[in-house]
């Protein structure tokens, strides 16, 4: 290995994209892009879901012998419904809201029924026989995620409602029997989607870029004849290899810079651990898929060929690497699969670095996954090379 | 000593033969013509060459050492057919790349880029992306970037293709004082008629060479008055 020759064909791909200043735009500008639109999109909590309430809860007349101050169960429950989260509309109709959820005009009807406070009061007394509080509602089931921050929200609501009830009225028979004491390892108990994600768009901006624009530029190398003059003069396949490795390596590190940066700026993500420890995750990652497109630009004919290998490490890749799910959430047979998808371990360590502050004690098995990939890559990319044609 | 020696080289492509046992020699210091049609086997001959490409049978001897050899390769200028210069660099910095892969100090490569910018016609726009460049500039920039290392063998591949006439002209003189250096040049083309420069020719078809020796003496030994004619009439009686 000389490395002359090889910080040769590093200065020539640097100057290429110093001219290409709409490339370099991409490179800088594509991250940065993904993470405004990851983090103010999926900001984490579902808001803002249309339900219709009826709260036809006729609750318990003030004046009574047992609660004279009287009481609307209906009411407060309503009252404790988070606005943020639900946009509620008012209505006296039952039939015409389970109608609007019908029409997707809402996505929940619920309603209090006449008899509400008192059943809730009458089971929360010594009425055994007493029926139960109800609560009905009608779901628009067809988004599992809003219907779930339905019935989260209410749930919370009617717990809070009985918390307050059960201590007015000195119900000791309220007490929930489990109460669990909820202590953070790491990140506090306040890290936000965003904290969890910016890792994964950082190893994800390096897979692409370095996968996309390697396989181009080895697709025009093979096209032009460059490669042939390069292959006919003194230098190795080596020196080719690991000379365009270090220009990708820069551009890996400047990306990732803006990356933190905006990470930082914007969105207040805080990093834990090592920026050292990342820049060298980063640099694996960026080698790992620099071989990866030199292997596959060997068998596109054209641009447009090359192309077509974009998606199709793309896709598994960040399906599989546990970018938006936990890896153990996937289906069991693809599992396997998914250890051999080289993201997976970059979002790992580099979650692990900044959300945890794991230093490389701690996170060698997936450096060590990500260097013999980058071995397996890179070699098979300098073989690959130096292998004559037929 | 012999700068290209081949023995009995043949390259097949499935049921095709694209190179037909061939026996090629190319003294030290000569002007090579290596003369045929498009698909008559030339670039698939310099191809093995150069060592790009397996032969499927044969041998290849060039500088004295069997093909492939990284021992000779900084000593040849390659040429490839297509225009292979970095269409995203600029001039200088295509001419930087091949300067670093040779070696070259740098004060001889200010020098000899100096020189061959002046040769190629291409001065004033050293510092112009090469994809602002007119075909025919690049192919004079490809041109440069084959002989700055001052190499001992310079194969060129159809290196007049799309160049206008009068730098075909200066192209051909400054080949032939190249050859007067003692510089070994291949080149191939399928222009007959300027393959005259060479001090030898090789004709090609089919993969096959088919008549080799000086322009003048082929011309004289056919009674023709070009080289195109010899090969027409070659190529007639091969065909009875």
């Not at chain 1, 790992?288 to 641009?303: D, F, M, P, R, T």
Request: overall charge neutral.
């Amino acid at each position: 290995m000389n490395a002359r020759r090889m910080l040769g064909f590093t200065r020539r791909m640097l100057l290429q994209f110093r001219h290409d200043r709409r490339t370099l735009g991409f490179v800088i500008g594509m991250p940065l892009l993904m993470m405004l639109a990851f983090g103010y999109t999926f900001g984490g909590e579902v808001s803002h879901v249309k339900v219709d309430i009826v709260n036809q809860d006729a609750g318990i007349d003030p004046g009574g012998p047992l609660i004279p101050q009287g009481l609307d169960v209906g009411a407060r429950v309503v009252g404790k419904l988070d606005s943020e989260t639900l946009e509620m509309t008012i209505s006296g109709d039952w039939q015409a809201s389970k109608a609007k959820v019908d029409r997707n005009e809402a996505w929940a009807a619920i309603r209090f029924p006449e008899n509400f406070s008192a059943n809730f009061m009458l089971s929360l007394g010594a009425f055994p026989n007493a029926s139960q509080a109800r609560i009905e509602v009608y779901l628009d089931g067809s988004s599992p995620t809003m219907a779930s921050a339905i019935i989260r929200e209410l749930n919370s609501a009617m717990i809070s409602v009985m918390d307050s009830i059960g201590s007015e009225f000195n119900q000791s028979t309220r007490k929930i029997p489990i109460n669990a004491t909820i202590s953070y390892a790491y990140g506090g108990g306040d890290t936000k989607f965003i904290d969890y994600f910016a890792p994964a768009i950082m190893s994800m901006a390096i897979m692409m870029v370095t996968t996309m624009l390697t396989i181009i530029l080895f697709v025009y190398e093979r096209r032009s004849g460059t490669l042939q003059r390069l292959l006919v003069s003194p230098a190795t396949a080596a020196e080719i290899v690991f000379g365009y490795a270090l220009a990708f390596a820069a551009l890996g590190v400047l990306q990732s810079i803006v990356i933190l940066f905006a990470a930082m700026l914007i969105f207040n993500v805080t990093v834990v651990g090592s920026v050292g420890v990342a820049l060298l995750v980063i640099l694996l990652l960026a080698f790992v898929h620099q071989g990866l497109g030199i292997l596959l630009s060997a068998s596109a004919k054209n641009e447009l060929q090359a192309i077509q290998f974009i998606p199709l490490v793309l896709f598994p890749s960040i399906l599989l690497a546990g970018m938006f799910w936990p890896v153990e959430s996937i289906p069991q047979f693809l599992q396997p699969v998914s250890y051999c998808v080289p993201l997976r371990y970059g979002i790992d360590a580099m979650r692990s670095i900044m959300l945890r502050g794991w230093g490389l004690e701690r996170i060698w098995p997936q450096v060590l996954a990500l260097v013999l990939m980058a071995c397996i890559t890179l070699g098979g990319a300098i073989f690959q090379l130096r292998r004559r044609k037929g | 000593m012999a700068a290209i020696e081949t023995g009995k080289l043949v390259k097949r492509f499935g049921k095709f033969t694209a190179v037909d046992n061939l026996d090629l020699t190319i003294e030290d210091g000569e002007t090579y013509g290596l003369l045929g049609p498009n698909g008559s086997g030339k670039t698939t001959a310099i191809k093995m060459i150069c060592g790009l490409l397996q032969p499927t049978s044969g041998s290849v001897k060039v500088l004295g050492r069997a093909m492939p050899s990284r021992a000779v390769l900084s000593s040849i200028g390659y040429m490839p057919q297509d225009v292979a210069i970095y269409v995203d660099n600029t001039v200088h910095e295509n001419l930087q790349l091949f300067a670093s892969l040779y070696g070259m100090s740098a004060g001889r490569f200010r020098e000899r880029e100096h020189e061959m910018l002046d040769f190629v016609d291409l001065s004033s726009w050293k510092d112009a992306l090469a994809s602002t460049l007119s075909g025919g500039m690049r192919h004079r920039l490809s041109l440069a970037c084959a002989l700055l290392h001052e190499p001992k063998l310079l194969i060129l591949d159809e290196p007049t293709v799309g160049v206008d006439p009068e730098l075909r002209a200066s192209f051909w003189e400054y080949f032939e004082k190249l050859g007067k250096k003692g510089i070994t040049v291949v080149i191939t083309t399928h222009y007959m008629d300027e393959a005259g420069h060479c001090q030898k020719v090789g004709l090609l078809r089919q993969g096959r060479l088919i008549a080799e020796g000086n322009p003048e003496a082929l011309m004289k030994e056919h009674a023709k008055k070009s080289l195109e004619d010899v090969f027409l009439a070659i190529a007639r009686r091969d065909a009875k």
